[in-house]
């Protein structure tokens, strides 16, 4: 019962940090889902543009699907994104850190790492410690850590 209550809460925290940034992505102005039509101009040639280096690049030991015993929370790392998923929403941390508004940093050791994500002042922490090969503790700013076991 308190993993569903931790669950709960941790979603409640991600939800209301994630609405801050949706509010902002997509405003509810109707005149800003509307623009007025203008007619396309010829842009200028330019030379390509270099694809911006990953935000994300977690570590090779986490590499992969990790979930809880519940299955109420899972992460999935690839080379270049994280994937966080609780009570059926899935956070790409990849497309949020595409919001102008909203910077999404990493920071590795040899047994830990950690994301994180803020906007407008408000910061959220997303620490991971490597316990053994198959085992993680995940730690969400400030909240009870959730063993994750590697699928």
């Known amino acids: 019962m308190k993993k569903k209550?931790?669950?709960?809460?941790?979603?409640?925290?991600l939800c209301a940090f994630l609405s801050c940034v949706l509010e902002q992505q997509f405003?509810?102005?109707p005149e800003e889902e509307n623009p007025p039509e203008e007619e396309p101009e010829d842009p200028p040639e330019e030379p390509p543009i270099e694809p911006p280096e990953p935000v994300l690049s977690p570590p090779?030991?986490?590499?992969?699907?990790?979930?809880?015993e519940d299955s109420l929370c899972?992460?999935?790392?690839?080379?270049?994104?994280?994937?966080?998923t609780v009570s059926g929403?899935?956070?790409d941390f990849k497309k949020i850190d595409e919001d102008p508004d909203v910077t999404v940093t990493e920071d590795t050791s040899s047994d830990s790492y950690?994301?994180?994500?803020?906007?407008?002042?408000?910061?959220?922490?997303?620490?991971?410690?490597?316990?053994?090969?198959a085992t993680l503790?995940?730690?969400?700013?400030g909240v009870l850590p959730i063993i994750l076991i590697k699928q």
């Open 137 to 141: 503790e995940y730690h969400l700013s």
């Open 74 to 84: 899972k992460w999935v790392f690839t080379s270049d994104n994280a994937l966080y």
């Open 114 to 133: 950690t994301v994180t994500m803020e906007e407008s002042g408000l910061q959220m922490d997303f620490r991971l410690v490597r316990l053994s090969a």
């Open 5 to 13: 209550a931790f669950c709960v809460c941790i979603l409640f925290a």
């Open 27 to 29: 405003p509810s102005d």
């Open 89 to 91: 929403v899935t956070f």
């Open 60 to 68: 090779e030991w986490i590499i992969g699907a990790w979930i809880d």
